[in-house]
């Protein structure tokens, strides 16, 4: 597609459930990335995956989190018994693989864990 | 990672040009300088990039002074539709392109 695709847009979970949020990045960018951001926060790093290398996961707060991407396209991340302090806005991107390089973001997916 | 320091915020007038400043004195010689930009209720949205030499595009101009321990990002004319959280970032060779947001400067931009 034209941009970064994120869904669902917004999700509303009860503590202690799973929730997995989709990423579609650009066709043909490599290196995808999920950041989330609390409210009136800046952005905080989750995890990087480039191509066939292992998942950059330091960002990841805990095990509670993880993600995959298959087939080097699609992301899913997963958070598991979700916490009240995991509602956040989770935004993914995707770029070429470089520095000099751009970032593309998704509009991002709303969670809020009642 | 090398740090870049930022105004909380700035103000300008529609239609004037608007400079804001980053430093980011430990760069170092392979590090690119990133901008971004985010809008309300947005993901945040490239605007430029260097590594030495002054780069323009259609959104806006980045200045890089010569020791590289600064920059610019140089909107022309301001609209309403500018006003946003701009990002200075360096991405650095060690950390794979990662890019770390900073807290950014808040722009205003009045009528």
């Known amino acids: 597609g034209a941009g970064v695709s994120q869904s669902p847009s917004n999700k509303v979970t009860e503590k202690g459930k799973d929730v997995e949020l989709r990423c579609d990045p650009i066709?043909?960018?490599?290196?995808l990335y999920w950041y989330r951001q609390s409210l009136g926060q800046g952005l905080e790093f989750l995890i990087y995956?480039?191509?066939?290398?292992?998942?950059?996961k330091s960002g990841l707060p805990s095990d509670r989190f993880s993600a995959e991407r298959t087939g080097g396209s699609v992301s899913t991340l997963t958070i598991q018994r979700t916490q009240q302090e995991d509602s956040a806005v989770y935004l993914c991107?995707?770029?070429?693989?470089?520095?000099?390089?751009?970032?593309?973001f998704g509009s991002g997916t709303r969670l809020t864990v009642v | 990672d090398a740090k870049t320091t930022q105004p909380n915020s700035m103000e300008s007038n529609e239609e004037e040009p608007v400079h804001l400043p980053c430093n980011h004195s430990t760069i170092s010689g392979t590090d690119y300088i990133h901008w971004y930009r985010q809008l309300p209720s947005q993901g945040p949205e490239y605007v430029i990039h260097?590594?030495?030499s002054n780069v323009n595009n259609r959104m806006a101009s980045l200045a890089i002074a010569e020791d590289r321990k600064s920059s610019t990002l140089i909107l022309h004319r301001a609209t309403l539709r500018d006003a946003a959280v701009y990002y200075c970032i360096l991405s650095s060779t060690g950390t794979a392109s990662k890019l770390t947001f900073g807290t950014g400067t808040r722009l205003q931009v009045t009528l």
């Open positions: 991107a995707s770029s070429l693989v470089g520095q000099s390089y751009g970032y593309t």
């Open positions: 260097g590594l030495t």
């Open positions: 995956f480039q191509g066939n290398s292992a998942p950059d």
């Open positions: 066709s043909g960018h490599t290196a």
